[in-house]
């Protein structure tokens, strides 16, 4: 078992970067899949970008893609989303999820982690 903690996320302006964190505790984080994922008000859970246990895969929302880039830093146990160029839309709260899985594997739909961070709101003004 894993607890999850984002932060960073904060006011920023359109054309602005910013890089969120994901802090994990208990045992190893290794053999963990993660991913990020955002939410606004009245929607359902996004997907955002994922992440191998290993690291070496990668997979992005097209929202994302040229943009966002995930990283993780498994002996650390964090993981961490750059995120470049921010536009408005943008704007919601950003969870980072994770799921212990055999094989390194990437997920991408919400239902498929049963770990979750409190989330962290990123707002990005016009």
């Known amino acids: 078992q894993v607890q999850l903690v984002e932060s960073g996320g904060r006011l920023v302006q359109a054309g602005d970067s910013l890089r969120l964190s994901c802090a994990a505790s208990g045992r190893s984080f290794s053999g963990y899949a993660m991913g990020w994922f955002r939410q606004t008000p009245g929607k359902e859970r996004e997907f955002v970008a994922a992440?191998?246990?290993?690291?070496?895969?990668?997979y992005y929302a097209d929202s994302a893609k040229g943009r966002f880039t995930i990283f993780r830093d498994s002996a650390k146990k964090m993981g961490s989303l750059q995120l470049n160029s921010l536009k408005p839309e943008d704007t919601a709260v950003y969870y980072c999820a994770a799921r212990l899985v055999l094989g390194d594997v990437l997920l991408s739909s919400a239902d498929e982690y049963d770990h979750w961070g409190q989330g962290t709101q990123v707002t990005v003004s016009s």
């Open positions: 992440i191998s246990g290993s690291g070496r895969s990668t």
